[in-house]
């Protein structure tokens, strides 16, 4: 039985840089039945030039965040902006994503998760599975969940991709009863 969390808030998929939007539209699809709630798709945007660094060959994903948190409408929006590049913060070689949960946004790569598929036959699904339990994990953020150390919870935070392909798409039950919002 799929669990449904009832939220009383909005996300705002944001498209930035060259994007499948056939791809996008997809996953905000799957999130507003994950979540139950609200979520719009924004035209697409570009990525900031200024958050590339070109010694890395990578975009700094705070500066992201940051550009997502001007595009939002209302305090209460959660926006999760999905980028094709690499992403890195200083103190790592590279990051799936990002989340500020002061200021209600994230960023999905789906770079490194379309990077290494292995020997998996359907590529298009495994992106998309790795991509819906980053985009939860990071919207999770968004609400108050911090990273768990149960590798099948979805708020267990990858070191590779075949952590995100061995955990799950449900938050466990200790995370479950840390966050106050879910209890409502």
């Excluded at 999905?108 to 790795?130: P, T």
């Amino acid at each position: 039985m799929e669990r449904r969390y009832p939220l009383r808030n909005k996300i705002v998929v944001v498209p930035l840089g060259e994007i499948d939007y056939v791809f996008i539209n997809r996953l905000a699809s799957q999130l507003v039945s994950y979540f139950n709630i609200g979520v719009d798709v924004l035209q697409g945007a570009k990525l900031p030039q200024e958050a590339y660094n070109e010694q890395r060959g990578q975009y700094y994903s705070t500066v992201i965040l940051n550009k997502l948190e001007i595009l939002k409408s209302s305090p209460e929006e959660k926006m999760l902006g999905v980028v094709d590049e690499d992403l890195y913060i200083p103190t790592q070689n590279f990051v799936f994503g990002e989340a500020d949960p002061v200021s209600k946004a994230a960023v999905i790569s789906l770079f490194r998760l379309k990077r290494e598929n292995y020997e998996m036959l359907d590529e298009e699904k495994v992106l998309f599975s790795r991509s819906f339990k980053e985009a939860i994990h990071l919207l999770g953020h968004l609400w108050g969940f911090a990273d768990c150390r149960n590798p099948k919870c979805v708020m267990y935070l990858p070191g590779d991709v075949s952590d995100v392909d061995r955990k799950g798409v449900r938050f466990c039950d200790n995370c479950l009863r840390k966050v106050e919002v879910w209890k409502r």
